[in-house]
């Protein structure tokens, strides 16, 4: 069965800082991969996704960036953080354009 | 690109009563439709989906309906009990980028 990777579960980091977070799916291939960030009693913002490794699509122009180095692992980095940065971080996977999204437990970033 | 939008934003009903949660869309070639339920703190999980070729799905207490014309679709949970409080969130997909409306936190009083 297939099942998706994220961590870590919370970060607490300070403004200007880098950030990374990992997210690895296994038991499929070729999946499409999403970063999707959640403000506090928000909805879901769509970041970034990943049709295939070296492919990247930014639905917001910011401070972050997505790469996939491999099939199954897509990464969400800053070189600099802002307090603005904070939020709820999770990553999806889907077969497809058209299959349901699994997502991930999720990063709790804080910056302070 | 697509927009969807969700009301409403809050919602809370009685034990036992039904909840309707509705949600418009604007991108005609959107073919999917899935419901998630987040809890507090954790993933959102899918609770049930629709493809624009059925106009209505139901797994037990809970049901979806879609109207592609007037591009609308509704989550409708019936006999509700404590443990369906949560938020909700709608979502339609045209093609790699699924949007998300904003969410309904549903409260269930005992």
């Known amino acids: 069965s297939q099942t998706i990777h994220q961590w870590p579960a919370t970060l607490v980091q300070p403004v200007g800082s880098p950030l990374s977070l990992e997210c690895t799916v296994e038991?499929?291939?070729?999946?499409?991969l999403y970063w999707y960030r959640q403000a506090a009693g928000r909805g879901l913002q769509l970041l970034f996704y990943?049709?295939?490794?070296?492919?990247i699509s930014s639905e917001v122009p910011q401070n972050l960036s997505a790469s996939r180095p491999q099939d199954r692992q897509f990464i969400l980095s800053s070189k600099k953080l802002l307090l603005s940065d904070s939020g709820f971080y999770l990553c999806?996977?889907?077969?497809?354009?058209?299959?349901?999204?699994?997502f991930g437990s999720g990063t709790r970033l804080t910056v302070v | 690109g697509e927009n969807v939008e969700q009301h409403p934003s809050t919602l809370s009903v009685q034990e036992g009563d039904s909840a309707v949660i509705k949600c418009t869309y604007s991108d005609s070639a959107s073919n999917y439709f899935p419901w998630y339920k987040q809890e507090l703190g954790k993933r959102p999980q899918l609770i049930i989906d629709?493809?624009?070729?059925?106009g209505e799905k139901k797994d037990q207490r809970i049901a979806v309906t879609l109207n592609k014309t007037a591009k609308h679709f509704s989550l409708h949970i019936t006999e509700t009990q404590p443990e369906d409080s949560a938020v909700y969130f709608c979502a339609a997909s045209p093609n790699n980028d699924m949007r998300f409306g904003a969410g309904t936190r549903l409260t269930v009083k005992p």
């Open positions: 038991g499929t291939s070729n999946p499409n």
């Open positions: 990943s049709v295939g490794i070296g492919q």
């Open positions: 999806a996977w889907s077969h497809g354009s058209l299959g349901s999204y699994t």
């Open positions: 629709i493809r624009s070729n059925v």
